[in-house]
């Protein structure tokens, strides 16, 4: 069974920066696709950022290009989000999740087989 496990999210001023990690147990992820998303009070679930596992590539929604980056730790299983100049509208929950078959990346929800519980995020103007 599939497991993720997100944290290191908090209260930061606008300017400020968070890294997130998601770990991930239960599987050999190095076929695997990783995602991060997020939710906003009222708004529906987006896409943030995605990792190929075995190879690295990464890929970003638009508003969060330049700014955040993600990275995975294979000895440790886990997957970072570095959110660097963040501004008010980046406060939302954000959710790892996880594809089993991630020859590429992936943008939408329903692409993804594991979730995690999500890390509130709130950037304070």
């Known amino acids: 069974q599939v497991q993720l496990v997100e944290s290191g999210g908090g209260l930061v001023q606008a300017g400020g920066s968070l890294r997130l990690s998601c770990a991930a147990s239960?599987?050999?992820?190095?076929?695997?696709?990783m995602g991060w998303f997020r939710q906003a009070p009222g708004k529906e679930r987006e896409f943030v950022a995605a990792?190929?596992?075995?190879?690295?590539?990464?890929y970003y929604a638009d508003s969060v290009k330049g700014r955040f980056t993600i990275a995975r730790d294979n000895a440790k299983n886990t997957v970072y989000l570095q959110m660097n100049s963040l501004k008010p509208e980046d406060t939302a929950v954000y959710y790892c999740?996880?594809?089993?078959?991630?020859?590429?990346?992936?943008?939408?929800?329903?692409?993804?087989?594991?979730w995690g519980q999500g890390t509130q995020v709130t950037v304070s103007s």
């Open positions: 239960g599987r050999t992820f190095s076929s695997y696709a």
């Open positions: 990792i190929i596992w075995n190879d690295g590539r990464t």
């Open positions: 999740a996880a594809r089993r078959e991630g020859g590429t990346y992936y943008v939408r929800l329903g692409e993804y087989d594991y």
